[in-house]
């Protein structure tokens, strides 16, 4: 799928959960946690075997060594070749974290939320095929998830001023009146959703942030003048 390049801002909106809801919620972090984590599990293995790669090590140490800027994306481009062949593409990691949805996950989690996670991690798996270590998410450190499109798993319903996750719907902390910038911020068009866990106290509180298109609106500050 190609990324958008469309400018946008982020706008964030506090979500209210009722027990159910709260648990829900919980769930499905906790659920990307532990896919992720057997994602690293898997990369891991992977990574060791690119790492006796004879070729790989060799293109490994000219792109290290190397001080011209259009040679060093040549051997580049070696290594993610390298790469691609022990299955470490974002597309590889996109078709691993499917497998396991469906193996232990379905019904659980949207797909477009399994790849948003898996491409997290092969953010991280890009550095690591340059030598840098891959690391497991510890217990609950999970702060977000989110989809890739508007229109499935996390959608907001501008009618109701809604937000349906996983099938489940949740109502939003209603918008003040004398919130004129978010209140305009709203009219725009919603390119995407990501929800965001913080702690609160010896529990935590849910937000949902839209991925909006276009500019922002502008801020006024009340001042002297007319």
């Given at each position: 799928?190609?990324?958008?390049t469309?400018?946008?801002?982020?706008?964030?909106?506090r979500?209210?959960?009722?027990?159910?809801?709260?648990d829900?919620?919980?769930?499905?972090?906790?659920?990307?946690?532990?896919?992720?984590?057997?994602?690293?599990?898997?990369?891991?293995?992977?990574?060791?075997?690119?790492?006796?790669?004879?070729?790989?090590?060799?293109?490994?140490?000219?792109?290290?060594?190397?001080?011209?800027e259009?040679?060093?994306?040549?051997?580049?481009?070696?290594?993610?070749?390298?790469?691609a062949?022990?299955?470490?593409?974002?597309?590889?990691?996109?078709?691993?974290?499917?497998?396991?949805?469906?193996?232990g996950?379905?019904?659980?989690?949207?797909?477009n939320?399994?790849q948003?996670?898996?491409?997290?991690?092969?953010?991280?798996?890009?550095?690591?095929?340059?030598?840098?270590?891959?690391?497991?998410?510890?217990?609950?450190?999970?702060?977000?998830?989110?989809?890739?499109?508007?229109a499935?798993?996390?959608?907001?319903?501008?009618?109701?001023?809604?937000?349906?996750?996983?099938?489940?719907?949740?109502?939003?902390?209603?918008?003040?009146?004398?919130?004129?910038?978010?209140?305009?911020?709203?009219?725009?068009?919603v390119?995407?959703?990501?929800?965001?866990?913080?702690?609160?106290?010896?529990?935590?509180?849910?937000?949902?942030?839209?991925?909006?298109?276009?500019?922002?609106?502008?801020?006024?500050?009340?001042?002297?003048?007319?």
């Amino acid at each position: 799928m190609a990324k958008s390049t469309t400018q946008s801002f982020v706008v964030t909106r506090r979500i209210i959960t009722g027990k159910r809801g709260y648990d829900k919620l919980n769930k499905i972090e906790r659920i990307t946690e532990r896919m992720y984590n057997a994602g690293v599990r898997h990369c891991i293995k992977q990574l060791d075997e690119l790492k006796k790669d004879v070729w790989y090590k060799y293109c490994l140490g000219q792109f290290f060594a190397c001080r011209d800027e259009k040679e060093s994306k040549q051997w580049s481009r070696e290594i993610f070749i390298c790469a691609a062949a022990y299955q470490l593409t974002e597309y590889d990691l996109h078709a691993y974290f499917g497998r396991g949805k469906a193996s232990g996950y379905e019904g659980g989690i949207g797909i477009n939320i399994v790849q948003k996670t898996a491409t997290a991690l092969y953010s991280a798996v890009k550095k690591a095929i340059f030598g840098k270590k891959i690391h497991f998410r510890k217990y609950e450190e999970t702060f977000s998830f989110e989809d890739k499109k508007a229109a499935s798993g996390i959608i907001y319903k501008p009618e109701t001023d809604t937000v349906t996750v996983c099938g489940t719907v949740f109502n939003l902390k209603p918008v003040r009146e004398s919130d004129i910038w978010l209140q305009e911020a709203m009219k725009h068009k919603v390119k995407y959703c990501r929800i965001i866990r913080e702690p609160f106290g010896i529990h935590y509180r849910f937000f949902l942030q839209l991925v909006i298109e276009g500019i922002p609106p502008q801020k006024h500050t009340v001042g002297a003048g007319t």
